[in-house]
């Protein structure tokens, strides 16, 4: 807090970027155990150590069951303690852990390692990183969010390339260090002395604004008698983001969010999302391998998928600036309905990149959006504990999306069932997304 407090005044940009950079450093390094690191090391693991594929995937389900049990925690720590010391503690964490990965030559340690570094990638790296940048950022809140998973998405290609160079060439051992080394140096330092929790703590304001330029809120348009004296009834000074307010006393308590009907609707998107997009992302490869491609081609189409994902977060960010986010939710769940159709007739290597350029834009806006969402509907104050209870959606959509599709094939010997639920599942989803109004503090209270 001390070095951003002397550096606020140097850079010739608003020192809120250089806490978004800092903080997306560790979203950066997160990827370290993302399941497509795991998916190259696969292969050398089990001949190696001796280990069946089911046995290494199921350390996946084991780290998103204790991400599940560890996210409310890890929320409320952000809200008690703040984001920079749940960030710092995060990415060394994952960076010990990572290098342990090593020495793990029974079931039992590689599973406890793995799950602790997969409880930082599902919780506290994202959900601390956003919550930062959602503190310093209002008007510019969807950018801010955008940059934070753009790197996430570079994260995840670093991540891969150096797992299938370095195992080749020097072995697992070596691929375990290297990688937690990466973590470490890249992470540590900045979270640890660039981060600092909120503008206010350092005599800035959101985006920048001059102290005395605008006031927090105005008075709202005329309401009906039975609602024109509920307090905290506002809007924004803002002209270019006209959802979102920068007034702390319109932020929600943990305890009245979760009694809000948007708040378990946003849980419930996260689940549809995640159900879907991780059992396409988790059976990419292998379908890619059924329709016909091969080993290194299906390999360079989930990482076009990353590219993809890595631009497609500053989109995201940019267009939820600029229109009403639920809108731009509802979007990106038509184009996940398009994509599990398209993935039904997919063939060809031209049809495979176009199929994994449409899980890209999924994977990065199913990131950057609902981020946004839970920060404008709720505002600054406790966005941590908030958060960390609406991650369980996502967790148990990460959870049993894979395994049921996986059933599925096993069943039917085919994908198509699967994706045809896909289509429905968005579709149904791109609609009930719209329901999920920003709530209004003792509007229900006031008319009744």
């Known amino acids: 807090m001390l070095l951003a407090s002397r550096l606020r005044d140097t850079f010739p940009f608003y020192y809120g970027w250089i806490v978004v950079g800092a903080a997306s450093t560790v979203v950066f390094a997160r990827m370290a155990p993302a399941i497509t690191t795991l998916t190259v090391l696969i292969y050398p693991i089990s001949e190696e150590l001796g ?16 991400a599940l049990v560890m996210s409310p925690v890890i929320g409320w720590a952000i809200d008690r303690f703040g984001a920079r010391p749940v960030l710092v503690i995060s990415v060394i964490v994952l960076g010990v852990v990572m290098t342990l990965l090593a020495w793990a030559t029974i079931p039992l340690t590689f599973y406890l390692a793995f799950a602790v570094a997969r409880v930082v990638f599902h ?24 940059v934070i998973f753009l790197f996430g998405a570079l994260g995840g290609i670093l991540f891969t ?14 691929t375990w260090i290297t990688i937690g080394l990466i973590v470490l140096v890249t992470s540590v330092a900045p979270s640890l002395f660039l981060v600092a929790e909120r503008p206010e703590d350092i005599g800035l304001r959101p985006d920048g604004v001059p102290p005395d330029s605008v006031p927090d809120s105005v008075p709202a348009p005329p309401l009906s008698p039975a609602v024109a004296d509920a307090p905290h009834v506002t ?11 920068i007034n702390d006393d319109d ?36 379908y890619f391998r059924d329709v016909g491609l091969g080993p290194t081609t299906a390999a360079l189409a989930v990482s076009v998928s990353w590219i993809v994902s890595a631009i497609g977060s500053l989109v995201w960010g940019w267009v939820a600036d600029r229109v009403e986010v639920r809108y731009a939710y509802s979007g990106m769940f038509v184009v996940q309905a398009a994509s599990s159709l398209y993935l039904i007739f997919v063939a060809g290597t031209g049809g495979v990149f ?46 049993t999306g894979p395994v049921i599709a996986g059933i599925l094939f096993d069943v039917r010997g085919s994908y198509t069932i699967i994706f045809v639920a896909f289509v429905i599942m968005a ?22």
């Open 51 to 66: 280990w069946s594929r089911t046995l290494i995937a199921g350390s996946v389900s084991v780290g998103a069951l204790a």
């Open 123 to 146: 919780t506290s790296a994202p959900n601390g990183a956003s919550t930062v940048a959602s503190r310093w950022f209002i008007r510019k809140r969807g950018r801010a969010i955008g």
């Open 161 to 174: 390339m150096v797992a299938t160079l370095v195992v080749d060439s020097y072995g697992l051992k070596a």
């Open 235 to 245: 809007i924004p000074a803002i002209a270019d983001a006209p959802h979102v307010t």
């Open 251 to 286: 932020s929600w308590t943990f305890k009245d969010a979760t009694r809000t009907k948007a708040f378990w609707l946003l849980v419930f998107l996260g689940f549809a999302i995640f159900f879907v997009h991780t059992s396409v992302g988790v059976h990419m490869g292998a």
């Open 354 to 399: 176009l199929a994994a350029m449409l899980i890209g834009v999924i994977s990065s806006g199913s990131n950057v959006l609902p981020s946004i969402m839970y920060a404008n509907y709720f505002g600054r104050n406790s966005l941590g504990k908030i958060r960390g209870l609406g991650e369980i959606g996502v967790l148990l959509g990460q959870a």
């Open 427 to 448: 579709l149904g989803c791109s609609l009930l997304v719209l329901k999920a109004r920003a709530p209004v503090k003792n509007l229900a209270a006031a008319v009744a």
